[in-house]
């Protein structure tokens, strides 16, 4: 099969930390051809580390010999690139979050489709294998029916100069840490889940949301709350709690690499503590970003996913200002 090869816009410290290293992982599927950054130092200082070409500005990447693009950039510089990038006929993976509205993320699902390339948003810890021991767990009956799903993703505050803080390029914990544990809901118990309420505190120094949290349901009252922070004690996890058990998944959106997970399963006078195995699920999202673009998998299943996603914290926003 074709070898994909990609450039990357901006020299983003996930790209360097986590998605690159992926991506030189499966040398069979891509080629990093080239990377780009608004500062010639920087696109050299990376170019170098990763073997590949350095470019000075995002335009110039898009006139790269390349297949595909990854774009880490602020969630509110997406717009502009990831829809360029479309346009060009690239495939690309964007960051999370992908949009910072629903009409933003329906234009570029629109853009794909005209394109016929893929497009996928950045949530990387679907591909860690321990969602998929939960969710064998529950198929197996070991928590009962399903009666409520609790996520939480907060992280302490971050340097003052941080893009997350700055609402011009779409900072702030809804399209950053918000992602997580709402993508999680529909991962977990379906795409059915509606966001019934939500409320989103903004910081009057920064102009910018700080944290705050969501309810969702479906038809057979089934609830979700999830909540998110910019300013907390550390939190990454999920609960699904049943008729008979319930799974707590500990570390669940963020766990590096080499780090074994835990999920603890808890039933009548009887609690389990089940490691799980390392996994780096940055090579299995970029894994799946390559059977995306090769057609082993469905495209439409990513589009209807960025489509869900970016109109839930559309409406989160939307509902805590009602
Ligand atoms: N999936 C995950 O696990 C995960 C984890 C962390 C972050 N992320 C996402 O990845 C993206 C980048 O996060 P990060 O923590 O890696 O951020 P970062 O290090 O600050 O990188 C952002 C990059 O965007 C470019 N940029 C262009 N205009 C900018 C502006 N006005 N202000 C700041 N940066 C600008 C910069 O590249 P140049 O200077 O080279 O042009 C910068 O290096 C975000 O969307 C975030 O939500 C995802």
Redesign the pocket.
């Known amino acids: 099969m074709k070898k994909i090869r990609i450039g990357i816009m ?6 360097k930390k ?1 998605v690159v290293p992926a991506l030189l992982a499966l040398p069979d599927q891509f080629e990093v051809v080239a990377i780009a ?3 010639p130092e ?2 050299q200082e990376f170019a170098f580390l990763f073997g590949c070409k350095a470019i000075t500005g995002y335009d110039n990447l898009l006139l790269e010999d390349i297949d595909a693009v990854y774009v ?4 509110g ?1 997406h717009d502009e690139w990831v829809n360029k990038a479309l346009l060009l006929g690239k495939h690309v993976y964007a ?3 992908i949009a910072i509205s629903f009409a933003s993320a329906q234009s570029m699902v629109e853009n794909a489709k005209k394109s016929s390339v893929a497009l996928m948003e ?3 810890f679907l591909y860690h294998t321990q969602h998929q021991k939960v969710k064998s767990l529950v198929a197996e009956g070991a928590i009962g029916e399903i009666r409520n799903f609790r996520g939480a993703f907060g992280v302490p505050p971050l340097a003052v100069e ?2 997350r803080y ?1 609402d011009k ?1 779409g900072g702030g914990a809804l399209f ?1 840490v918000a992602g997580y544990p709402l993508r999680a809901v529909r991962f977990m118990l379906g795409d059915h889940f509606k966001v019934t309420a939500s409320n989103l505190y903004t910081d009057p120094k920064t102009g910018t949301n700080l944290y705050g949290s969501a309810f969702l349901k479906d038809e057979n009252e089934i609830g979700a709350q999830i909540v998110f922070g910019l300013d907390h004690f550390y939190q990454c996890n999920y609960e699904i709690w049943g008729t008979k058990g319930k799974i707590k998944v500990e570390r669940a959106y ?1 766990p590096a690499p080499d780090f074994k997970p835990t999920i603890i399963l808890e039933q009548q006078g009887k609690l389990e503590i089940i490691t799980e195995m390392a996994c780096n699920h940055f090579i299995g999202a970029m894994q799946a970003f390559y059977d995306s673009i090769t057609g082993v998998k469905s495209k439409e299943e990513h589009y209807t996913a960025i489509l869900l996603q970016s109109e839930s914290l559309q409406q989160i926003k939307d509902l805590s200002k009602a």
């Open positions: 901006g020299c983003a410290a996930i790209a986590s950054s608004r500062s920087k696109a880490p950039l602020p969630t510089l960051e999370k979050s950045g949530y990387m941080n893009f700055d390029i950053d963020t």
